[in-house]
Nanobody, 126 residues
């Protein structure tokens, strides 16, 4: 069973960028689709991006499309989320999650995945 550890969160100003990392331990992420989710206080969890297993197809929510980019580094066993032009509404705890053999391109953003990290806090404020 793979374990996921997120890092890279922090406090930034509007318009700044951050890169989140989701590193896998205990197993290769090669066969896992990885999703990024976020949850702000008082709000429901939101799936914002997903990268498929097999073909690395990607999908984004409307709220982040054009500003965020998901990518995979097989050598580092890590999936990244590059976040640009950050807004105060992007403030949340960001989680990555893994699911085997899931096509983000075919099935879209997931509601839930099997294996979760503990999250990293992102705060965008002046």
């Amino acid at each position: 069973q793979v374990q996921l550890v997120e890092s890279g969160g922090g406090l930034v100003q509007p318009g700044d960028s951050l890169r989140l990392s989701c590193r896998g331990f205990g197993a290769t992420l090669d066969y896992y689709a990885i999703g990024w989710f976020r949850q702000a206080p008082g709000k429901e969890r939101e799936g914002i991006s997903c990268i498929s297993s097999m073909d690395d197809g990607t999908v984004y929510s409307e709220s982040v499309r054009g500003r965020f980019a998901i990518s995979r580094d097989y050598a580092e066993n890590t999936v990244y989320l590059q976040m640009n032009s950050l807004k105060p509404d992007d403030s949340a705890v960001y989680y990555c999650a893994a699911e085997t053999h899931y096509s983000c391109s075919d099935f879209g953003l997931p509601l839930d995945f099997a294996t979760w990290g503990r999250g990293t806090q992102v705060t965008v404020a002046t």
